[in-house]
Structures are given as structure tokens and as C-alpha cells.
């Protein structure tokens, strides 16, 4: 089973970037998907997340109405289009995969996490 995150790069305040996530190795059916992030220093936090079929979304107050989460099942991807980005928007970025939702949500016992990728952007 594997998350591999792709997209991240260097991006200019204001700029935006689209992260994507491709999940393979088993059938991710059912299953709700994510994104978090990590900045030097600080714990990982919540950004994303969508469940399934893409009836439930939901993000963290600083990046609403700037980030975007979606997902094309029949590719078992899940995407992040990212806009107007922001210096503090610098961080590793990962997905996540699970069978629940609130889990994701919560960023507790997922089951399933990508490798990471860079975004840095710069002022």
C-alpha cells in the first residue's frame, strides 16, 4: 500500500500549486482522504479533507476559501490546488488515506500516510 504525493516546488507569494496523491497497491473504495501539513518546527496540522464520495469536505480555517480539495476515484487520487499562497504556507505536505472520515479529521489513527512533499514559498 502506498501514498505517493507529487507537486510540491518553490512558488512566489500569491502564486498557487496543485498537489496531488496517488494511491496504489489495494482499493481504497469507501475510503475518505486528506491532506496535512508540517512546518520546521511545529507539529503536523490538519488541512483537508473529503470523504468518499464527496459529499463531506472540510478544512482548516487558514486556508479556507484559498485551498481546494478534490479527488478522482477511478485514478485513486485525491488533489490540493492551492491559491494566493502565502510565506506561511511553507511545509511539508502530506496525504492521508482512511476509513473514516472523523479520523482524518481529527489526524488520529490513520491508517494510511504518503511520503510528504515540499511546498516553499517565498516573500
Known amino acids: 500500500v502506498q501514498l505517493q504525493a507529487s507537486g510540491g516546488g518553490l512558488v512566489q507569494a500569491g502564486g498557487s500549486l496543485r498537489l496531488s496523491c496517488a494511491a496504489s497497491?489495494?482499493?481504497?473504495?469507501?475510503?475518505?482522504m486528506g491532506w496535512f501539513r508540517q512546518a520546521p518546527g511545529k507539529e503536523r496540522e490538519f488541512i483537508a479533507c473529503?470523504?468518499?464520495?464527496?459529499?463531506?469536505?472540510d478544512y482548516a480555517d487558514s486556508v479556507k476559501g484559498r485551498f481546494t480539495i478534490s479527488r478522482d476515484n477511478a485514478k485513486n487520487t485525491v488533489y490540493l490546488q492551492m491559491n494566493s499562497l502565502k510565506p506561511e504556507d511553507t511545509a511539508v505536505y502530506y496525504c492521508?488515506?482512511?476509513?473514516?472520515?472523523?479520523?482524518?479529521?481529527?489526524?488520529?489513527?490513520?491508517?494510511?500516510w504518503g511520503q510528504g512533499t515540499q511546498v516553499t514559498v517565498s516573500s
Open positions: 492521508a488515506a482512511d476509513a473514516s472520515l472523523m479520523e482524518i479529521r481529527r489526524g488520529i489513527r490513520i491508517n494510511y
Open positions: 497497491g489495494r482499493t481504497f473504495r469507501g475510503y475518505a
Open positions: 473529503m470523504s468518499w464520495g464527496g459529499q463531506n469536505i
